[in-house]
């Protein structure tokens, strides 16, 4: 899997949620994942990630 950046800011603006779904990131092999519902299989996604809450 190629390394993304990761672009810091404080604030995200976008227009035409559905809503939105917490998870918890769990190890995979020697990377990571956040499941989601296949309800979204070829859907756009955001991960946004947060500084606080474990």
Sequence with gaps: ??????????ELWV???RGF???KVTP???????????EYLGKTV???ILDYGK
């Design 46 to 48: 955001y991960l946004v």
């Design 15 to 17: 227009s035409g949620i």
């Design 21 to 23: 779904i917490q998870r």
């Design 28 to 38: 995979f092999g020697n990377g990571a994942k956040v499941d989601c519902p296949k």
């Design 1 to 10: 899997m190629k390394k993304v950046k990761l672009e810091t800011v404080t």
